[in-house]
């Protein structure tokens, strides 16, 4: 509403002046600082629109969107042009979302999603210890699911069981899976 008000300020300010009616006249600077608030919200307005944009918001997208706009309020700060007002608000917005999302990136849930969301993988993460954290989490979870669908070997007869694709017996070297063991040991055969 704020971006179509200053959109709409040159027909605003005539209408305004030919109305007979005692309205409250918005000055230069009011009009200014109408359109510093409206580029300050501009992201916030993007970050809604795009997750009420979907019927499900995936959960991986909330990393995603938190850094995204704590990296636009640091810039916004940074920004010459703002006045002191101005970059009040942009750190009233930046220490919101600080409370409210700072540590979104310890979260388990929305770490793991974002992890495992191929769109993004570890890119969106800031902070190194956090992409170590999931990555582990990501890897104990698959080890033990890997370990519950692997059944515990029962002692076998040792005529029954399979030969070793590892061993070096001669019949080996026409193993198709040769060449690439020998290049993991680093001894390929000539």
């Given at each position: ?23 409250p006249i918005l000055t230069g600077e ?47 700060i940074k920004t010459v042009e703002f006045s ?107």
């Amino acid at each position: 509403m704020m971006e179509r008000f200053v959109e709409l300020e040159p027909s605003i300010r005539s209408t305004i002046a030919l109305l007979d009616v005692d309205l409250p006249i918005l000055t230069g600077e009011e009009w200014q600082l109408l359109k510093r608030f409206s580029k300050i919200l501009k992201p916030f307005e993007n970050a809604t629109c795009a997750v009420s944009g979907e019927h499900f918001m995936s959960a991986s997208m909330v990393i995603v969107l938190t850094n995204g706009l704590l990296d636009i309020c640091s810039k916004l700060i940074k920004t010459v042009e703002f006045s002191d007002l101005s970059r009040n608000v942009v750190k009233t917005l930046q220490s919101g979302l600080h409370e409210r999302l700072g540590n979104v990136e310890y979260s388990n849930t929305l770490s793991i999603c974002t992890f495992l969301d191929p769109r993004f993988k570890t890119y969106p993460f800031q902070n190194s210890d956090a992409v170590e954290r999931v990555r582990k989490n990501v890897l104990g979870v698959l080890t033990s699911i890997i370990n519950e669908m692997t059944p515990e070997k029962p002692n076998e007869d040792p005529e029954l069981q399979s030969p070793n694709p590892m061993s070096s017996e001669p019949e080996s070297e026409f193993s198709i899976w040769s060449s690439l063991d020998n290049r993991i040991s680093g001894t390929e055969k000539k």
